[in-house]
């Protein structure tokens, strides 16, 4: 019941998937055992990111073996839809992250590296790129945030969250114009307002980390329950996915004005 | 093996490097001891609410 307690006051995030929860109670009401920790969250994160990367390769594999996208759809669509449910799982029922998160991860490893495939076909190179500027958005901005650089407010999260919803409803309504054959024109487009469009929202995306650090860095310091160890690391690797795909995009409209 | 993978290869290993290692250290006390912190055990609507009432 104590975990459940935990749960009853929730926080938000600006993360685009989800939103994030917090801890409600001490760590009086937990075991030293469960008690969340910093080192804990990062060693989950990276084994997260180990299992994306291992299912990703294995799609990869596919479509450079085939030569033929069509051959890795399957795994796309299975890897997006079973991701989303597993992600829908994870933020309604917190305490099934340490099973749920992990599961994520590897249907979210389907996804992209299907994406990722395809991107590189048609432009080789952008993949390694897009990866390298991902990371050392997560390494910059987590320095930045270590040493106070960057200060998260009520502000800064109320913002964010405005800001990551308002790009949501734009891509949900570009997504639904669509089966009637229209769309909202910059957000695909290569010009110079879809390059700034794609700089804005890879920018919203990275500062969405800081609000993941904030939450881990607190939760952790409050002596959170276990298993907001892996929801922390959870909701760290769905932006660090959204802030990859942005990547993804800004690069390819760059590389097709070349 | 293209400069382009090695200058991004080295990029990914050193952020990754920096984020496992890094990331276990408690964040600095000018981060920790502000009083202008996010509450996380306070949802955003319920701050939103109060704020409004304020208003």
Known sequence: MARHRALQMFGRSGNPAFKSKAFAERSSDFSTSEVMTLSGTVNKTGLYLLLCFMTAAWTWNQFYSSGDPSSVMGYLIFGTVGGLIAA???????????????????????????????????????????????????????????????????????????ATSGIMLLYLLSFIMSFFGSGIGFIHSNGPMGIIFSLVVVAIAALNLVLDFDFIEQASEQGAPKYLEAYGAFSLLVTLIWLYLEILRLLSKLYSRN | MDLNTIFFGLMIVGSLGIFLYFGKFRASSKQRDRDDKIDWTQSLWTRLKSRNKKN
């Open chain 1, 88 to 162: 829908l799982v994870t933020i309604f029922k917190p305490t099934s992250a340490p099973i749920s998160a992990p599961i994520y991860a590897l249907l979210e490893g389907f996804a992209i590296g299907g994406i990722s495939a395809m991107f590189e076909s048609m432009y080789p190179g952008i993949v390694i790129q897009a990866v390298g500027l991902t990371f050392f958005t997560l390494a910059s901005l987590l320095m930045a945030y270590k040493t106070g650089i960057i200060k998260p407010t009520e502000n800064f999260r109320l913002m964010i969250f405005a």
